[in-house]
Each structure stands twice: as structure tokens, then as C-alpha cells.
């Protein structure tokens, strides 16, 4: 690319940022910012111009440079990440797949979710299972997990929700003991991990969103891990169309059908779900950022947990495990026995220019699609159903420094000044 234009896009983000003025009370504080650069830029401008635009070279630099944070064998990048959900859930119920998931069985996924963790489980044919969360972790509570299980389950499906993760330990015990398969959502969780171990490594499938407001972005994008191969092998075959071009046996499978042109040789019942060269030319810049973006996220929720905590009668804080925690949003729950309301402090806080929405889907069995699906639900969801009424979050992204998360402090400390006055 032409030196004029690459010095012409970094002064273009250099002055952006050298303009950015916070005004308290004037200027709004998001719920997301992106978390990318003129590096970025340039790389896609540069796939634009070579004319190469779709899945190439850049989208696999980034899957190797995933793979490879990851410590993992397989990352298979898709359009967003509801379509990784698809395609895993596509691929497990697959008739090549060896023991593969039945169709009408459950799978079992916490009531606290986003739309695209259900939608592909009956997309496949199968039933979610929702099961209730833990108030303090978002995360599906795992006593109930292992007691909804029954003969019917063929799958686990949690969801490290908000960047928290799962019991993943004991989750992937109670799999193997049960012989079922596992899928990690990780769509909110990027870098989160338990004991060391990633999240989206513990199952036999791991899925990741870069949506602009995700910890890192390729504008739309998503990534399937797995270190099972034959899962890798269909899945590659399903994100394009079924056929075999970026399997690894396509040799193997071409010779066995010679007679066939091997560019457009079909194995499976596939989809579209191909990313661009400027979603992946976006991925290899950002996997570099992510450990500094995560610990920005961290650094500011320690400063408002340290700042909120003596509202902690009235407010549950993500106070736990705060070390593995990745912090896709500052979530809050106020108790039952606040002397206000959810809607009361979200008011306040959007007139203060901070904006405020709901935990995802909340209780999913709570919305009017759920009217369309045919699922099941173990136990009374108490704890969903006071989600879905009393959680909401606010940003936490690189764009909240020190004057931004001072300012938010500041506005919760009227707001209970003016409740105690």
C-alpha cells in the first residue's frame, strides 16, 4: 500500500483520539467502543485493493495466531459468532459424525442466555434445556446442572456469561461421566480462563464472537476451536457449502472420486458462513491486543468494585474470582429488598449520559419466542426470573479511563445520596 495513504489513516486515528473530550454529565459513556486502530485499517484497505476480499490467507494467519493463544489444535473462523454456535451444534448432529447428538434430545444451557445460544439448539432439531444461574457469577449453576441431566441429554452447552467463567472443572466431569458432548460459548469470554486453562478448550467445541462490542472485533465474526479432528474436518466442510477444499484428507476423498472436479466436489449438506479477508486481516492486529484490553477491563472493574461495595446491601457486584474474569460489561443485581427499582436506577444513570441495558436475553423462557420453540426447564428459575428484572450492566471497554469510571462512581454515590436523604 502507498506510504501517503498508511501515514494518511494513522493520522486520521491519532487525531480521533487526540479529540476525544469527556464532558461530565455531557458526554455519554457507551455500552461498547471498538478496540481497533489504523493497523487494522490498513491491512483490510490493503485486501480491498488487491481485489481478494473473501476467506484467503489473512483469515487463516488469524486462525493459526487464535489457535496458538488458545493452545489449541483447531480454530475455524465463520461470519459471527452465532454462526459458530450453528456450526457446532450443525456439525455434532451431522450424520458423518461418529456418535453423533440425536435429534430431539435436550441439551442443557442456562435460562440466562443471548438469543443465538438457543436458536441454533432447535435449529439442529434438538431441545434446549434451561436450567438456573448462579446470582453472582451469571453462570449456570452447576448443582442444578448435574441434577437435570437424564436420559434424554445428549449435550452441555453452558455460556461463560458477561466474561465469567464456568465451573468448566466440574462441568467437563459431569460430561465425561455422562457421555455427553460438550460446547463452550465463549462468545463474551475471550481470554477467560480457570486454572490456566482457556475457556472454549475444556469441551469437545469452544465458540467466540468478535462483534464490535466484543473484546476484540473483526467488525462481524466468529470462531469454532476444537482439538477433535473429525470435528474439525466437517466443520470446515460445512462452513462452505460441503465440499472439501479446506479439509485436510480432501486428497484422500478427491481420489476416491476421481471423476469429479475436486474444486466442486460436495461431501456434506453445508452452509455459507465464509468470512472476509477483511474480517481476518482485522483478527491477526486485534489477537495481539487482547491480553492489554482484558487487563484494562479488569483494572477498572477493581476500581468500582472498591468504590460500590458499601452499597453492597442493596447491589450484588462481580466481585468473584476476579483474576479470571474478563469483563464483557460491569454487571449489577439489585436485591429484592432494595428500596428501589431496577428502572429507577437505570433512569438515573442514562440521564447522567451512562447507558444501561438489560443481562442479554434475561430469562429466556421469559420471551414471547419462547411461545415458538418446543423446550424444557428444570426447576423454578427463580434466580432467571430475578435477572430478567432486577440486572442490568454498563461499558467497561478501553475508553473508560480514569475521569470516565471516576465520573460513574461519583453518579451511583448521588444516586444512593438522594435515596438516603
Known amino acids: 500500500m502507498n506510504g501517503i495513504i498508511k501515514q494518511e489513516i494513522k493520522r486520521v486515528f491519532e487525531t480521533l483520539e487526540l479529540n476525544r473530550e469527556f464532558i461530565p454529565g455531557e458526554s455519554k459513556i457507551p455500552l461498547a467502543a471498538p478496540s481497533f486502530s489504523y493497523e487494522e485499517v490498513e491491512d483490510a484497505l490493503d485486501s480491498m485493493l488487491t481485489t481478494w476480499v473473501t476467506m484467503g490467507k489473512k483469515v487463516g494467519s488469524f486462525e493459526n495466531k487464535f489457535q496458538e493463544y488458545l493452545g489449541i489444535d483447531n480454530a475455524i473462523m465463520v461470519n459471527s459468532g452465532s454462526s459458530a454456535n450453528l456450526l457446532a451444534l450443525s456439525t455434532l448432529t451431522n450424520p458423518l459424525m461418529e456418535n453423533k447428538i440425536e435429534k430431539g434430545s435436550s441439551i442443557v444451557t442456562p435460562a440466562v442466555t443471548w438469543s443465538t445460544t438457543v436458536s441454533p439448539i432447535v435449529n439442529v432439531g434438538c431441545k434446549p434445556l434451561f436450567v438456573d444461574v448462579d446470582l453472582d457469577t451469571l453462570c449456570i449453576d452447576t448443582d442444578l446442572l448435574e441434577e437435570s441431566i437424564s436420559d434424554d441429554t445428549s449435550c452441555i452447552m453452558p455460556v461463560h456469561l458477561m466474561g465469567y467463567p464456568c465451573d468448566m472443572k466440574r462441568i467437563s466431569k459431569i460430561a465425561h461421566e455422562n457421555n455427553l458432548r460438550l460446547v463452550e460459548d465463549s462468545c463474551e469470554a475471550h481470554g477467560a480462563s480457570q486454572e490456566g486453562k482457556k475457556v472454549g478448550t475444556f469441551g469437545d467445541i469452544g465458540t467466540f464472537s468478535f462483534f464490535m462490542s466484543h473484546h476484540i472485533t473483526t467488525m462481524e465474526g466468529g470462531m469454532l476451536v476444537t482439538n477433535n479432528e473429525e470435528i474439525a474436518e466437517i466443520a470446515k466442510s460445512l462452513r462452505t457449502f460441503g465440499w472439501t477444499r479446506e479439509m485436510k484428507k480432501k486428497d484422500e476423498i478427491n481420489a476416491e472420486y476421481s471423476d469429479v472436479d475436486p474444486r466442486f466436489l460436495f461431501v456434506n449438506v453445508g452452509y455459507n458462513l465464509r468470512p472476509t479477508e477483511l474480517q481476518g486481516a482485522f483478527g491477526r492486529h486485534q489477537i495481539k491486543k487482547l491480553d492489554s484490553l482484558i487487563q484494562h477491563r479488569r483494572e477498572t472493574a477493581k476500581y468500582w468494585n472498591e468504590r460500590l461495595t458499601k452499597y453492597s446491601d442493596d447491589l450484588i457486584l462481580p ?59 428444570y426447576g423454578e428459575l427463580k434466580n432467571s426470573k430475578l435477572i430478567m428484572r432486577n440486572s442490568f450492566f454498563i461499558g467497561n471497554h478501553l475508553q473508560i479511563l480514569e475521569r470516565e469510571r471516576e465520573y460513574v462512581a461519583d453518579t451511583f454515590d448521588e444516586f444512593f445520596k438522594q435515596k438516603n436523604d
Not at 476476579?322 to 449489577?332: K, T
Open 319 to 377: 466481585t468473584r474470582n476476579l483474576a479470571d474474569h474478563v469483563f464483557f460489561g460491569y454487571a449489577l443485581t439489585i436485591k429484592e429488598n432494595a428500596s428501589f427499582s431496577r428502572r429507577e436506577m437505570t433512569d438515573f444513570l442514562e440521564k447522567k449520559r451512562i447507558e444501561t441495558r438489560p443481562i442479554m436475553s434475561g430469562n429466556f423462557t421469559e420471551q414471547p419466542v419462547a411461545k415458538l420453540l418446543k423446550w424444557e426447564k
